[in-house]
């Protein structure tokens, strides 16, 4: 298939959702792309949906109450199709309506909200997943383009002065506050946004892992323009 992605040795791209879940990640893949260009409306869903707040969790039952026209419909029946393939697969999609996340300001060196370049840890193995259907899309970068922040000397200095407790536990102190999650990216780094409509799976750092798990980040959104976000 003839993508952008293709070109990059970080992503894989498939063109079947069964493909999605069963090809493995290897060497520097540590993203997969299920590429579609899908047809329509789903501006008109978000037009017709309410933001109780900042995040919205949006249900099955919340689209199909809808009264939508026929491009409308359209788009509803592929957000409908994608929860029912990942429950199916095993998974618990969460369809939101998204304003904004929430920041994090407490510290001025380092960030550990989602607008921050991140991984994700698990404790089992499993995979993030994601497709944005309306507003501002995610961005990927390949691992060798960042560095992990809690590795950058004067950040890490910080941090000890922070941590309250003996040396051998300052790791530790790390994890529980998800610094060591977080990564500064390079200058030159080629910052890769992952565009609307597709279906994306994403590596987790967790014990069974064979590839490095995939740094990205939430977008900032546009201004006066809400997300709607399929993410498990």
């Given at each position: 298939m003839n993508s952008i992605f293709s070109e990059s040795s970080q992503i894989g791209v498939v063109s079947t959702f069964s493909e999605l879940i069963h090809t493995n990640f290897h060497g520097e893949m540590n993203a997969l792309c299920w590429h579609r260009n899908l047809d329509g409306d789903?501006?008109?869903?978000?037009a017709k949906l309410s933001l109780k707040e900042n995040i919205t969790e949006i249900s099955t039952e919340d689209l199909i109450a809808l009264q939508l026209s026929e491009k409308g419909n359209s788009a509803r029946e592929v957000i409908l199709n994608d929860l029912q393939l990942l429950t199916d697969f095993g998974a618990s999609p969460s369809l939101n309506l998204l304003k904004c996340y929430e920041r994090d300001t407490e510290f001025d060196f380092i960030s550990t909200d989602v607008y921050s370049f991140h991984v994700d840890r698990s404790p089992i193995a499993t995979d993030t997943f994601l497709c944005t259907y309306h507003g501002a899309a995610s961005d990927i970068i390949p691992n060798s383009q960042a560095k992990q922040k809690?590795?950058?000397?004067?950040?890490?200095?910080?941090?000890?002065?922070?941590h309250d407790?003996?040396?051998e536990e300052f790791e530790d102190f790390l994890k529980e506050n998800y610094f060591d999650l977080h990564y500064q990216v390079n200058e030159d780094a080629e910052i890769i946004n992952l565009e609307k409509m597709h279906l994306w799976r994403l590596a987790v750092d967790h014990p069974k892992q064979k590839v490095l798990p995939c740094i990205h980040?939430?977008?900032?959104?546009?201004?006066?323009?809400y997300r709607l976000l399929l993410i498990c």
């Open positions: 789903f501006n008109e869903i978000v809690v590795l950058i000397p004067e950040v890490r200095a910080k941090l000890k002065e922070l407790g003996p040396d980040r939430a977008p900032v959104e546009n201004y006066g323009e």
